[in-house]
């Protein structure tokens, strides 16, 4: 009775073993995967057609699953120590958005897609803010970005990778150039402030020219203007006595003068 007891609990365990064996095969043949993920799948060591999303099934031991991510990453460029081509030394960094669009290839044709990709937009920067002077690098940041997204989707292209933008997030300049960049600035603010003041006198000067042949043409104006000066003067200094003095006199004065001297 004993080892019937004995055989009947060990024919129990195997039973037992034996469906444990099985969930473990089920549980390692099907996998769930997310809308956001697809499951590329070696068979054999051969690349089979991208899986997902929803629920899949593996073989066991023969298949073998990467999971890719298929959202948007944010990748930070560390700060880059760059000369700019007319020789200034400025600390740069920058952001880089991009996804998976081949899951396959980011899978087979590069390791490690996002730390390949970090890397290249690490040199990419380096070699672009180089190239360009420091004017341009704080003048032109738009068109840098572009040239940045270009080249960077242009080399990740053979990895499945499409870089939907780059931006230039800081730029640190040595303190001694802040300084000269300030007296630049300032000098500008001087110029355009002569320009502006010479703009206004020239005006001045040409409604001063259209007025004196005005009063050329009307003599009359050029008295009724000399009143309304006198009433002006009168106004704001009460104390003042005002003597007019005929210009005439002058005239007539000036004109004895010149006959004595022929």
Do not use: C
């Amino acid at each position: 009775m004993l080892n019937a007891l004995l055989e009947g609990v060990f024919s129990l365990g195997a039973y037992l073993g034996a469906i444990i064996i099985v969930i473990l095969i089920l549980a390692s043949a099907i996998k769930i995967i997310p809308e956001y993920q697809r499951g590329v799948v070696f068979r054999l060591g051969r690349v089979m057609d991208p899986k997902g999303p929803g629920i899949i099934v593996i073989i066991p031991i023969v298949d073998k699953m990467v999971r890719v991510d298929l959202r948007v990453f944010t990748l930070d460029v560390p700060v880059q120590e760059v000369l700019t081509k007319d020789n200034v030394p400025i600390k740069v960094n920058a952001v880089v958005y991009f996804r998976v669009i081949d899951p396959i290839r980011s899978v087979v044709a590069v390791e490690n897609h996002v730390m390949a990709t970090s890397l290249l937009s690490q040199t990419t920067l380096r070699s672009v803010v180089g190239r360009s002077e420091l004017d341009e690098v704080l003048s032109e940041r738009e068109r840098i970005n572009v040239e940045l997204q270009q080249i960077i989707d242009e080399r990740t292209d053979p990895w499945g990778i499409k870089i939907s933008a780059v931006e230039v997030k800081e730029l640190e300049l040595p303190e001694n150039m802040k300084r000269a960049l300030a007296r630049q600035a300032e000098a500008e603010r001087e110029r355009r402030a002569k320009i502006i003041n010479a703009e206004g006198e020239y005006q001045a000067a040409a409604r001063l020219s259209e007025a004196a042949s005005l009063m050329e043409v009307s003599p009359i104006t050029l008295q009724l203007r000399y009143l309304q000066t006198l009433k002006e003067m009168s106004s704001e200094r009460n104390a003042t006595i005002i003597v007019p003095f005929p210009v005439e006199l002058l005239k007539a004065f000036m004109a004895v003068t010149k006959r004595d001297e022929e």
